[in-house]
């Protein structure tokens, strides 16, 4: 497999444009761990901000779902109960995920620092 890491780090240099990171709970193949490990690595001014950064808790329809770490550009999402293929194992969650992040809603509209279009 290629790595995109430099891509990431692009992305988030430009401050111009989110970035969504999201992992499955149960996955082993890429899971919470493994990506926390690999976004410490990243060449970005906010990696100390964002490591640094509070872990919330994200609930879908008052429900725990996860755990939602951000900032500025950069948003990572661990999903409860998710694998490998999070919109399969989780579907109603995943799609909650996805709206509310790109419409900037509920806890995906409070990122830190980072003024939006």
């Known amino acids: 497999m290629k790595s995109v890491k430099f891509m990431v780090e692009e992305l988030l240099r430009s401050n111009t444009i989110r970035v969504l990171l999201y992992q499955g709970q149960l996955d082993l193949i890429d899971g919470p761990v493994q ?14 901000e964002y490591v640094n950064a509070e872990r919330k808790i994200w609930k879908v329809n008052g429900e725990l779902a996860g755990y939602v770490q951000q900032w500025k550009s950069l948003t990572n999402v661990v999903v409860l109960g998710g694998g490998h293929f999070v919109p399969a194992d989780q579907p109603l969650n995943a ?10 809603k509920g806890i995906f509209g409070n990122s830190p620092s980072f003024a939006y279009l």
């Open 35 to 48: 990506v926390a490990a690999w976004v410490k690595t990243m060449n970005w001014e906010g990696i100390v």
């Open 95 to 104: 799609q909650a995920m996805i709206e509310e992040w790109v419409l900037q």
